[in-house]
């Protein structure tokens, strides 16, 4: 089974208001990512768990968060969401590897209003 | 800083004839190329990976790399009307924390019948 799971599939959440996105995998993966993608612009990279080691990037370094409870779950959270914030957000996961695969959930349409 | 562009934007092929799509990426050092699909409001699914030059085949999807020019080709044979989706690029190079992947913004693509 090669699925991962994301959850809610939509999300709205207000101005101000603090996000929770969860995603979860069954494959044992070491490496879990999160990206954002907004229409017509490419996914972007968040941030990724490689086992307890959370990578952000430099550029959204202070605007999510995440945890990683065990292997199989990893979270991304907005401590304040603004209107910037709607998109889609996709978690993958991927096993060790140089050229591992990285396999996508279905993402989490989040609506800032 | 990685670039990766995708031509065209977008395309429209009648059902059965040959799509072809074009990424081309900036850093000739990169060794890792995939292309994934995505239906509207599903996540990605990973079509082909091609690591090193020449063509890479799975199912109806041909990959085509040239790194010295640095560009990599999407050719879907025989497409349906149940291929419509956009279509994306996506880059990594050589130990790259994480295998990060750098994505295009796509090229969606209308399969008539």
């Known amino acids: 089974d090669t699925t991962v799971k994301q959850n809610p599939r939509y999300k709205l959440a207000r101005v101000g208001k603090p996000v929770n996105l969860i995603c979860s995998q069954t494959?044992?993966?070491?490496?879990m990512y999160w990206y954002q993608k907004k229409p017509n612009q490419a996914p972007k990279l968040l941030l990724f768990?490689?086992?307890?080691?959370?990578?952000r990037e430099a550029d959204t370094f202070e605007k999510f968060q995440s945890s990683r409870p065990n292997n199989s779950f990893c979270s991304l959270y907005i401590g304040s969401a603004g209107l910037e914030y709607s998109a889609m957000y996709l978690c993958?996961?991927?096993?060790?590897?140089?050229?591992?695969?990285?396999?996508f959930g279905p993402g989490t349409r989040l609506t800032v209003l | 800083q990685q670039k990766v562009q995708q031509s065209p934007e977008s395309l429209t092929v009648s059902e059965g004839a040959m799509a072809s799509l074009n990424c081309t990426f900036s850093?000739?050092?990169?060794?890792?190329f995939r292309w994934y699909r995505q239906h509207s409001g599903k996540g990605l699914e990973v079509l082909v990976s091609?690591?090193?030059?020449g063509e890479k085949e799975e199912g109806s999807f041909t990959a085509h790399l040239n790194r010295a020019s640095l560009h990599v080709f999407l050719h879907i044979r025989e497409p349906q009307p149940s291929d419509s989706a956009l279509y994306l690029c996506?880059?990594?190079?050589?130990?790259?924390?994480?295998?990060?992947?750098?994505f295009g913004i796509g090229t969606r693509v209308l399969v008539r019948p």
């Open positions: 993958a996961s991927s096993p060790g590897g140089a050229r591992a695969e990285q396999f």
């Open positions: 494959m044992n993966h070491d490496t």
């Open positions: 768990y490689y086992d307890k080691i959370l990578n």
């Open positions: 850093d000739r050092s990169s060794d890792n």
């Open positions: 091609i690591f090193s030059d």
């Open positions: 996506a880059v990594s190079r050589p130990n790259s924390a994480g295998n990060k992947l750098t």
